[in-house]
Structure formats: structure tokens, C-alpha cells
């Protein structure tokens, strides 16, 4: 309960009841009428006050300033076991739940991008962040709060982001379960990141906005319903929204819970979605792999193949279903998404034997899996060590690119390692490592995020960290040749050149 609920509470109360010059109450039964009065304004004040200002109390939440610097969250879930935790590390990139985290806008030649930051070194104080690359001169400008979340420091509440029509950054912070709210933020100003308004509180998860130019966004998201349950929802002005759409609930006899994790992407009027299935609910044995799709802004929702599909999805064998893990008892984490040349969905994915970090679960692989105009293939990449080693997948014609952590090290069974680059030029079916991007590194990289229409020098974004100990967290961003830039930790100036960074097979190549 509010304070201003409180107040109004006790305004009521003493409006009701007689008090004497002592200080003493007694009930004056004359007052009854106005005790009755005061009760009934009181209750219409209160409802008017839940309207109009949900959750007040977390209003502004110390948004709208600038920070000096480009610092990321660390973080850990404290499920440990032999290995170390379930995950952790430097997790300012994080989830693959939630996308997109960077867009390229062609009209001002700027990259905006959001993430987890936080406010020192030494802290753990959850800051989400949007911060500008500009292009044309190669800086970037100090980044700015768009939310404060009070003293959170789970990066379960992190960003993404999303530009409308005309160039209005919108912010989706996200909320963790019914216990934090998620919000809603809009720039003041077109392709500007200095000052933002919020538009709305939500119970909104994991949310990953898509705009479609004359028609609106459509939000999917996840609610705790007994489970991680899929939803969706559209506006044409981002300001009103519709109910929340329930997608995907899938149930066997006798299960009590639904659940589900999703990545998506979008191609034309084409919203694309992938999601596995948690049995019962447990998100310890997520499995399966599905694809469902909307070509009509939401209105109907169908297969690959076009078959259309009664929404929600409640049925564990639905035509929906790219591939049974579940019968072989395998884990499936999904990484992210895209479309080839020809339009076919794309999904990264990383599975394994169990939940835990360590070699016991093992074998872990690397996958793709790929519709190639008749079925479903899915085809090895390489070995991971984590579950919660995270990269992006890109397909040009021709040549389709990973860019993940998947060599284990410098801390090796914890979240993340060392960047490679891994291309096919066979639909996926075979894969080589043409590159390892970072090297000598002193704390794991992880949670690479591809930039939406990404332009060189910044096509993909990531945050270190050490997964075994509380670490200084620092951003980086690259390009498909594999250079490497660091945001600057601490900026003096108000636009600042990012550091190249040269790992040890580079400057032995420049010396010879």
C-alpha cells in the first residue's frame, strides 16, 4: 500500500470519528452520516489515485541524467553447485530473452543502443541505460539513465529498444514477475538520448518490441502464470495498447504449470518466434523447439507452413513443433534468431544433458536450426561449456556468421569466454572457425547482441565480466571483420573516441 493510500485511510477515519480538546476519542453517534461520507470519498479517491499514478511510488526513479561513462552490471543468481553458478558474470547484454538492444538508424547515421549498467565499479545498483554511436565523427556520448530502478541489481530487469515512424526512441524496461513492474519510456525528442518520459507500468517480461511502419508495435512478452507464459500485445501509437494476448501455454495431462522462454525477429510484416517448453513448468529442463509466426500485425498466427494455429498454443505436440528434445531428455537454450536470404527462419541454439555448469552435463553443442523451404534441418555448430554461453547469428547470401564465446577461457565452466567467429557458406549444414576475435582476455566475454541493420564499425555489442568473483564490467563492440572497440569506462569529455582494442594475434600480424 501507498503512503498517499495511507493518508487518504487515516483522513478518513478522523473525519468520521469525534475527538475531544484532551485528545481523547469517543464515538459521537451524530457523525454517523459523515463517517459514511468520509468512507465513500475516501474509496473514490483511492481508486482514482491507483488510476492515475500506478505505482507512484517508483515514479521518475532518477531517470534523465547523465552518467560518465560506459560501466556494465555484474551480477549472479547464487544457484551454486560443484562448477560454480547457474549463471553469472558481466551480464549487461543480458538475457536473450529480450531483444532488439541495438538499432541502426540510416537517416542520422547513429547506432542507439541500451543496456544493464550500473553506478560504479565497486556496485551492484542497476542503472538501465541507453547510450549513441555516432558515425559520421566515431564517438560516442556519454550515456544517459532512462531508469533507476531503486536499488535492484538483477539484470532480469535490463532493457531493449525500439524507434518508431518518426525517429521517437522507445525504451522497454523490463519487470521481473509480479514483484518489480516493467515500464514504458519514449523520447522526448527524436533520435535523441537526453531525456525520456515513461508512458506506462506493465507486468511485462522479457519484452521484445517490433515496429511495423503504418501499422504500430506488437510487444511480446512474458507473464508468471504459474510459469513463463508468452503473450503479445499491439498499439498504433505506442500511448493506448490492447489487452495482453495470451500465446503460448503448453500443458500435458496433469501438468499444473505452463512455460516457455522465446527469441523473435522480424522481416517485413513478418514477426517471427521461436520457443521451447519447460514440462510443468521447470525451467531446469527447458526442451523442444517451436516456430510460430504473424503476418497480419497479431490477427491470426500460423506454422512454417502456413497452417493456421488456435491461439494460445496449449498443445505439446502442435504443428508448431521444429524438433522433439524432450524424448531425449535434452535441454535446450535458445540464442537468437534471423531469416536467410529467401526469407526461412533461422534459430541459434545451445543444448545439453542438465541445468548445472560442469562437465557432467555434458555433451553441450552449439546448433542451428534452419527451415529450408521443405523441413526442418538442424546441424552442429561446435562444443560450449555453459548453458548460458550466449552469441548472434547473421546470414548474408551466401555466407552466414556466429559470433559467440565458445572458446572456455580465461574462466572456463563459468559464463562466456573468449569471442569466435564462426561462418558457413551451406545453409549451415558445415561450419569453421575463421577467426578468434578476443584473446588473453582477463575476464569472459558474453551475451553478444547483433545490431538491427547493423553498420560497421558497430554491428554486434557484448559486456565482459568474471563469472567467479564480482568483477569490473566493461562494453565492447565490433564488426563482422572481427576489430574490437571498448566503450570508455570513464568519459571526460561529453564525446569520446571508443579505444581500439588489439588482441595478441593482431599485433603479431601487424609486426610482420
Known sequence: ??????????????????????????????????????????????????????????????????????????????????YGDKFSGGLATNTANRSPLAIYVPKVDKTFFVYGGTTGENEKHLLCMIGCFDHASGTLGKPTVVCDKNGVNDPHDNPCLCVDGEGYLWVFVAGRGTIRPG?????????????????????????????????????????????????????????????????????????KNAGHYQISDMQGERIGVFFNWHPNGNVDFRTNIYYIQTTDFGKTWTDIRGNRLSIPVTDVDSSSLVEDFFSRKINVYLKDMTFDEHGNPIALFVSG?????????????????????????????????????????????????????????????????????????DE????????????????????????????????????DGDPDRFSKSELYFGDIEGNVRRLPYTMIRDAQLPEKVLFKDSVESKRK
Open 1 to 82: 500500500m501507498r503512503v498517499n493510500q495511507i493518508f487518504l485511510i487515516a483522513a478518513a477515519f478522523f473525519c468520521s470519528h469525534g475527538f475531544s480538546a484532551a485528545g481523547t476519542t469517543s464515538m459521537n453517534f451524530q457523525r454517523i452520516p459523515s463517517f459514511f461520507l468520509c468512507l465513500i470519498v475516501s474509496l473514490i479517491l483511492l481508486q482514482a489515485v491507483a488510476e492515475a499514478e500506478p505505482f507512484r511510488s517508483l515514479d521518475d526513479l532518477g531517470g534523465n541524467r547523465k552518467i560518465d561513462g560506459y560501466r556494465g552490471i555484474w551480477f549472479t543468481l547464487g544457484q551454486f553447485s560443484k
Open 183 to 255: 515500464f514504458k519510456y519514449k523520447s522526448v525528442k527524436p533520435y535523441d538520448i537526453d531525456s525520456f518520459e515513461r508512458i506506462s507500468v506493465d507486468e511485462m517480461c522479457y519484452p521484445q518490441p517490433k515496429f511495423l511502419e503504418g501499422k504500430g508495435f506488437l510487444n511480446l512478452f512474458t507473464k508468471y502464470r504459474g510459469g513463463r507464459q508468452l503473450y503479445f500485445q499491439t498499439s498504433s501509437d505506442g500511448a493506448k495498447w490492447s489487452e495482453d494476448h495470451l500465446l503460448a501455454a503448453m500443458k500435458r495431462k496433469g501438468d
Open 353 to 425: 544433458t542438465g541445468h548445472e555448469p560442469g562437465p557432467e552435463a555434458e555433451p553441450r553443442e552449439w546448433g542451428v536450426v534452419h527451415w529450408n523451404g521443405d523441413s526442418w534441418k538442424t546441424n552442429r555448430i561446435t562444443n560450449s561449456d555453459h548453458n548460458y554461453d550466449s552469441g548472434s547469428i547473421g546470414a548474408a547470401p551466401g555466407k552466414w556468421c556466429v559470433i559467440a564465446p565458445t572458446e572456455n577461457r580465461p574462466q572456463p565452466w563459468g559464463a562466456g569466454g573468449e569471442l569466435v567467429r564462426w561462418e558457413s557458406s
Open 428 to 463: 549451415g549444414r558445415t561450419w569453421s572457425q575463421t577467426k578468434q576475435i578476443t584473446i588473453g582476455s582477463p575476464r569472459n566475454h558474453n551475451y553478444v547482441r547483433k545490431v538491427v541493420n547493423g553498420k560497421s564499425p558497430f554491428q554486434y555489442f557484448w559486456a
